[in-house]
């Protein structure tokens, strides 16, 4: 009888263990600024990959909230041209916009910062790999930035990140710019570095909430503003 009752709480151990991880993982979820900014599911974070590179980085920079810093994600600002930047993240600091690229690949990467595409190689087994090519994210932050930059005071520094995911290796990278290019796990370090070398700007409270509020507006836009950016860019 002991037997059974013993086998019986481990088998309902068990089963709790995993709920209550997911529990704490959703509640978790649900209580961050992340979810409140973008009103996306748990099961969509979850399940698209890029949706959640992006909530892993800002689960990676969270901290920086604590310093007066506010995000937006997942923004369509419009440009000159007619068409559209979708921009992953913007991370606001008193000392500049940081804006966030993220890349949530795996395999190897290889590129050059003048290069307008970049090569990620995947294995397919037997010792055999597949190669895709995707447009430098350099260059297509640096076209963020420029849409950004029509919509905001010219006097706030705009910095520009590439953050790729850890599932994949940075093989042969060259930047020779101050473009930022790291992995989701050393992003904040390399952050907090970079600023530590901006000694002769900080924004105001008041002028980063006007920035803050003149960006959000193209944050969770509607699916004809998603349609059109798809087939017009």
């Excluded at 509640?27 to 961050?32: A, G, L, M, P």
């Excluded at 559209?84 to 993240?89: F, G, N, Q, R, V």
Aim: hydrophobic content about 35%.
């Amino acid at each position: 009888m002991e037997d059974t009752i013993l086998i019986s709480l481990i088998i309902a151990f068990v089963i709790a263990i995993p709920i209550i991880r997911f529990t704490l993982r959703y509640n978790k979820y649900k209580n961050s600024n992340y979810y409140r900014n973008t009103q996306n599911s748990y099961w969509s974070v979850f399940g698209d990959n890029g949706k959640y590179g992006e909530y892993r980085l800002y689960q990676d920079l969270q901290s920086f909230e604590l310093m007066g810093c506010k995000f937006l994600f997942n923004l369509y600002v419009p440009r000159d041209n007619g068409k559209t930047s979708e921009i992953d993240i913007i991370m606001f600091h008193p000392k500049g916009l940081f804006v966030i690229e993220s890349k949530n690949y795996s395999g190897w990467i290889f590129g050059n910062e003048s290069h307008k595409q970049w090569t990620q190689t995947l294995p397919i087994g037997y010792g055999e790999s597949h190669k895709e090519r995707f447009y430098n994210p350099i260059m297509q932050n640096a076209t963020h930035i420029r849409a950004i930059r029509k919509h905001i005071d010219d006097t706030i520094p705009i910095y520009s990140v590439i953050a790729f995911s850890d599932k994949c290796t940075l093989k042969d990278v060259t930047v020779k710019s101050n473009v930022i290019v790291t992995y989701y796990s050393n992003l904040a370090r390399e952050i907090k570095y970079k600023l530590s070398t901006i000694n002769n700007y900080s924004m105001n409270t008041e002028l980063l909430n006007e920035t803050y509020n003149k960006l959000s507006k193209y944050a969770n836009v509607d699916e004809i503003t998603k349609y059109k950016h798809i087939h017009n860019n």
